[in-house]
């Protein structure tokens, strides 16, 4: 059975929320000679914040593969696919920021970035625990999912702040 993850909602609402927080004012301060371009390459911009933060994962009795979109493709992001049997052992890195990352290693020497922003990630990491033998009890969220949170309600407050001003 084909199991298929998308990428967290909060991600997505923050990055996009985040875009119009910093962009919205544009087409309304540019000058009268660029307010059809600003508004066309603003909407352009959401197109592409939507559209990169639309990647996900599919798994399957045999395999998991991560599938990127056309733009992600585009900015170097590739698609992958790996057959569970293929997975050596998951390791860790840690990041700037404190937290870690994962890599699914296989035989061949390659590796692989575990997708930590999934939805249903809990079940994500029992189907990667039960097709592999490898436990995944400390693998988690590369960020707690309460910043992503944290990143939209400060973009929206923007956004109204924006709003008020622009009306006053």
Same mark, same amino acid.
């Given at each position: 059975?084909?199991?298929?993850?998308?990428?967290?909602?909060?991600?997505?609402?923050?990055?996009?929320?985040?875009?119009?927080?910093?962009?919205?004012?544009?087409?309304?301060?540019?000058?009268?000679?660029?307010?059809?371009?600003?508004?066309?390459?603003?909407?352009?911009?959401?197109?592409?914040?939507?559209?990169?933060?639309? $990647?996900?994962?599919?798994?399957?009795? $045999?395999?998991?593969?991560?599938?990127?979109?056309?733009?992600?493709?585009?900015?170097?992001?590739?698609?992958?696919?790996?057959?569970?049997?293929?997975?050596?052992?998951?390791?860790?890195?840690?990041?700037?920021?404190?937290?870690?990352?994962?890599?699914?290693?296989?035989?061949?020497? $390659?590796?692989?970035?575990?997708?930590?922003?999934?939805?249903?990630?809990?079940?994500?990491?029992?189907?990667?625990?039960?097709?592999?033998?490898?436990?995944?009890?400390?693998?988690?969220?590369?960020?707690?999912?309460?910043?992503?949170?944290?990143?939209?309600?400060?973009?929206?407050?923007?956004?109204?702040?924006?709003?008020?001003?622009?009306?006053?």
């Amino acid at each position: 059975m084909i199991e298929k993850f998308k990428t967290l909602f909060v991600v997505k609402s923050s990055l996009s929320s985040l875009y119009l927080a910093l962009t919205i004012p544009l087409p309304f301060i540019s000058i009268e000679q660029l307010k059809i371009p600003s508004i066309i390459i603003f909407a352009l911009g959401l197109y592409l914040i939507i559209n990169i933060t639309s $990647d996900y994962v599919e798994t399957c009795s $045999d395999k998991i593969s991560y599938k990127s979109s056309f733009i992600s493709k585009f900015l170097g992001k590739k698609n992958w696919e790996i057959s569970w049997k293929d997975i050596k052992l998951i390791k860790s890195l840690p990041t700037s920021q404190g937290s870690k990352v994962y890599y699914f290693n296989t035989f061949q020497g $390659d590796n692989f970035l575990v997708p930590q922003r999934v939805e249903n990630f809990e079940k994500f990491l029992l189907i990667v625990t039960t097709n592999t033998g490898i436990a995944t009890d400390e693998i988690s969220y590369i960020s707690p999912l309460w910043t992503y949170k944290l990143l939209t309600l400060l973009s929206v407050l923007m956004i109204i702040g924006e709003l008020i001003a622009f009306l006053d």
